[in-house]
């Protein structure tokens, strides 16, 4: 019984001894990694620091914006003379799970005429016709092939409003890739434009 009470107290001893020796007074200092290569990458990743990089300059990473970048969440146009028609058009936080916040509160901010739907029209050849078809049927040369690609006009489809139909442009939806990164937001409002003008059978 002596030798099992021994053996318990020198067991919290070590446990206490191992844990007072892993903590460092520096906060940003983990201390000793068990298995490290089980979650760091092998490759070095360009928005993390985890060592050096041998071949850039001060062994970064991250490297600097090129000298006169200008920041994307900076880019603002404007439509009418008003104070509020000053529209930062970057900026757009809804996160891709979030379709109906989108639905409720977007609205576009792009005025609806003869020159911004021409051009929507422009955009949604370059884009989307190619699955979606010129009419929006779904039956354009890749849809056909993809297969599950909507008609805008069906029942199904042609009561969706403009929040919605800007969010499954900006982040995708089912097998609908995301368009974000390639077409701009002023750009995505116009294609809005004349898709709406497609669910009318028009």
Request: hydrophobic residues 35%; aromatic residues 10%; proline residues 7%.
């Amino acid at each position: 019984m002596k030798f099992k009470s021994l053996y318990r107290y020198l067991l919290v001893a070590g446990v206490l001894l191992t844990a007072a020796a892993g903590c460092k007074k520096d906060p940003n200092n983990p201390g000793t990694e068990y298995a490290p290569n089980m979650y760091l990458p092998v490759g070095y990743e360009p928005y993390k620091q985890e060592k050096a990089n041998p071949i850039n300059p001060m062994g970064l990473t991250m490297r600097l914006p090129v000298a006169g970048t200008v920041a994307r969440r900076n880019y603002k146009t404007s439509f009418g003379n008003a104070d509020s028609a000053s529209v930062d058009l970057m900026v757009y936080n809804i996160p891709a799970d979030s379709i109906s916040i989108a639905e409720r509160v977007l609205k576009n901010p792009v005025p609806l005429n003869e020159k911004s739907l021409a051009e929507g029209k422009v955009l949604y050849d370059r884009y989307c016709q190619h699955c979606h078809g010129a009419s929006g049927a779904g039956d354009g040369k890749v849809g056909a092939m993809y297969k599950g690609v909507p008609n805008y006009a069906s029942d199904a489809y042609k009561n969706l409003n403009e929040g919605h139909i800007f969010h499954v442009i900006t982040h995708g939806k089912a097998r609908m890739w995301p368009h974000g990164s390639q077409i701009n937001p002023e750009e995505r409002w116009k294609i809005v434009h004349y898709v709406q003008k497609l669910q009318k059978g028009a």
